[in-house]
């Protein structure tokens, strides 16, 4: 890497304070130019900034972080300048006309990973960091940028190493006066990883469901009150409200907050039998949404439907609304909870409901080490390696191989070894200036 990059750090608009940032080897000569050279190290110093026409830009912060002590460990520098378009305009033009070029989304990030100063699961740590919307998202991602799950991978991988070095050790110097068991030992510890392995892939659900949200599906037939519901849940007019049927004929999304976790709130289309093939999509779609659902929680008109249609087959954690409850007597012997989205007292009950499920599935006595996709796919993948180490009770070359394997889907976690296309894609979903 030797061109130089720079990038805005903070977001566009009109802000008292913009931040632009540079990483590279040319960042000492742009300081020079624009500032008369780089101010002591770490320290913040107030410089009269100047284009390359010799015409101000502006009185800014300028900060310098020689290499190897800085975030890229490059040579790395900041402006904190206004936050006027102009000003930023002005100075991103400044440092384009010295040859510097315009970061790539992540680059940043990228540089700090290829220098060292994080592994693949940390810089996927920042990425979450910057995205966090709650208090969980943020203790989350602050976790795995402070290195929780790097730290238990480098554990997983010292047992390997061990439990690999005795296979090795049977397989290559079988007539060494080695111990009788030097093999069986490797046993216990892989037994063990196996299972540590297999659990931390179980626990990616839920390290997921708190950086994606949590999903809450709300079901019925037309009518039956969901999009009412969702505007009250919501507090503002996110659906249209009609007495005309199949009013709802997309997925309408709504984001939450409960208990501290981030929530996905769907209105669906009326689960029906209809001819209408827009409407028919609409109910394919509510049916698939509902399947991948955390929760569900079904609208039954129990009080004017003369035949409500109270679905079949619910999941145990099901929740189960009989509406309209305002309108006066409802059906005897339906399953669910009377309910009006009009009464405060119900709809703070099923709040709290629903905020109890959230916290109950999302909450735990530590937070998750995996969460993503990839890191449920990498374990699984090790963990079946070592399943299928321990089974191969006499073939002790391949039960070694298997645990090389395993070690090197646990490497490809941390970024140890990762095909330069997984790492682009990882990076991409950065934001520029990071």
Known sequence: MTDTIFA????????????????????????????????????????????????????????????????????????????????????????????????????????????????????????????????????????????????????????????????????????????????????????????????????????????????????????????????????????????????TRDIIEVPLVLGGYKVILADTAGLRATNDEIEAEGVRRAEAWAESAALRVWLVDGYGDPNPDVPASLRPDDIVLLTKRDLGEGLDGLPGEPFTAKSPNDVAWLVRALTDTVVGALAGAEIPAATRLRHKDLLNEAAHRLRQALAEDQALELAAEDVRLAARALDRITGRIDPDQVLGHIFSTFCIGK
């Open 8 to 247: 805005p750090a903070t977001a566009a608009g009109r802000a008292a304070v913009a931040v632009v940032r540079l990483s590279g080897p040319a960042t000492r000569a742009a300081l020079r130019a624009l500032g008369g050279g780089p101010p002591p190290a770490r320290r913040a110093s107030l410089r009269r900034l100047t284009g390359t026409d010799g015409q101000p830009i502006d009185e800014a912060l300028v900060l310098w972080f020689p290499a190897p002590a800085s975030y890229t460990g490059e040579d790395c520098a900041e402006f904190h300048v206004h936050g006027g378009q102009a000003v930023v305009g002005a100075l991103v033009s400044a440092l384009a006309a010295q040859g510097l070029r315009l970061a790539e989304p992540g680059e940043f990030t990228r540089r700090a990973f290829e220098h060292g100063k994080l592994d693949l699961a940390q810089a996927e740590g920042v990425a979450d960091l910057i995205d966090a919307e709650t208090e969980a998202q943020r203790r989350q991602a602050l976790a795995q940028l402070g290195g929780r799950l790097s730290g238990i991978q480098a554990r997983w991988r010292d047992g390997l190493i061990r439990a690999s070095a005795m296979l090795d050790a049977a397989v290559d110097f079988p007539d060494e006066e080695l111990p009788a068991d030097a093999a069986d030992r490797a046993r216990p510890i892989l037994e063990i990883l196996a299972g540590e392995l297999e659990a931390a892939a179980a626990d990616v659900a839920r390290g997921e469901r708190v950086r994606e949200g949590f999903r809450i599906a709300l079901l019925g037939a037309p009518n039956a009150g969901k999009s009412t519901l969702l505007n009250v849940l919501a507090r503002r007019e996110a659906a249209i409200v009609s007495a005309t049927p199949g009013t």
